[in-house]
């Protein structure tokens, strides 16, 4: 549950915007004991709802999707990301006559929606198995007959998450099932549900079953929350989360987190203005400063499409 402050922040909108939306009555808010609170399952939902029903609108004018619904306005989707998080807050403070919303949702839900045009941006991460390689292929596949692009906002190292002093004393993945330990996995559908698959594929361990501690968890902060309360013994997930909270953490890999667009999108105003500050000296100098981030390829551009 977020509280008025935390959904400002959580949207990166000024908070008085979060009580005229109320007043509204456009947001899903519940009121007890005369505090509003908001379930971040439910504004996710509204965010998409919304985005939905403006497409709607804009295609019975005109045939150009979500690119020529409100030109001022910027969505993003898809994997949660630290990152992201600050641009969009920095997006919204430099640039007041435009708008940029996000919603968190996993990797392959973030593909659909650039695909059936529902957004402008989706942060993605997803290992091929096979190659090793991150995302294009899985892009090129699901745009079948048209290409797509992809920006590359950082390298992100991904290890387990484990309590503080690492009790069990885990040094890798293997010793994750051996001693099969109770896991804070995240949903299906996001990279790191995806590369755990992979991490017990590659142990030889198909026929094992982790211990899950719990519901899948949506981002990397619920696991690293989950390994910290006692509800989980690891979780697999990035490095700045695990610091914040004083957990123990064990690198496996480097992932190269990308942002997925449309030519179509691309050339939309707001979109161009957003890929100017991933480019820019002000990011990798943030990125500098972020444990377990590498600002490398930051702002490369790759076409991904079938072969």
Not at 15 to 29: A, D, F
Not at 100 to 106: D, E
């Amino acid at each position: 549950m977020l509280s008025t402050r935390e959904l400002a922040e959580y949207l990166g909108i000024h908070e008085k915007q979060v009580y005229r939306l109320l007043r509204q009555g456009r947001l899903p808010g519940t009121r007890i004991v005369g505090r509003w609170v908001f379930s971040r399952r439910l504004v996710q939902e509204w965010i998409e709802s919304s985005s939905r029903k403006q497409l709607a609108q804009d295609d019975a004018k005109s045939p150009g999707g979500i690119q020529s619904a409100q030109p001022h306005h910027l969505v993003m989707v898809g994997a949660d990301d630290l990152l992201l998080q600050i641009l969009q807050r920095e997006f919204n403070r430099r640039h007041p006559a435009l708008l940029l919303t996000s919603a968190a949702m996993n990797s392959i839900a973030g593909i659909a929606a650039i695909r059936e045009q529902r957004a402008h941006i989706a942060g993605v991460h997803l290992r091929d198995r096979e190659s090793g390689e991150y995302n294009r292929p899985q892009v090129a596949e699901a745009f079948a007959g048209k290409r797509a692009l992809l920006v590359t906002l950082a390298h992100r190292q991904v290890g387990l998450i484990l309590p503080r002093g690492n009790p069990k004393k885990v040094s890798d993945f293997a010793d994750v099932l051996r001693l099969r330990a109770r896991i804070a996995s995240r949903e299906v559908g996001s990279g790191v549900r995806l590369l755990q698959d992979q991490l017990i594929k590659e142990a030889r361990a198909a026929d094992t079953k982790l211990d899950a501690a719990e519901l899948p968890l949506a981002t990397h902060l619920e696991v690293a929350t989950a390994v910290a309360e006692g509800r989980a013994d690891v979780g697999l997930g990035t490095l700045a989360p695990a610091r914040s909270l004083g957990l123990d953490f064990v690198p496996l890999l480097w992932e190269r987190y990308d942002l997925l667009t449309t030519d179509e999108a691309f050339y939309h105003r707001p979109t161009q203005v957003f890929f100017e500050m991933v480019k820019s000296d002000w990011l990798r100098g943030i990125i500098e400063t972020m444990p377990g981030y590498d600002s490398r390829e930051t702002g490369f551009l790759a076409v991904a499409q079938p072969e």
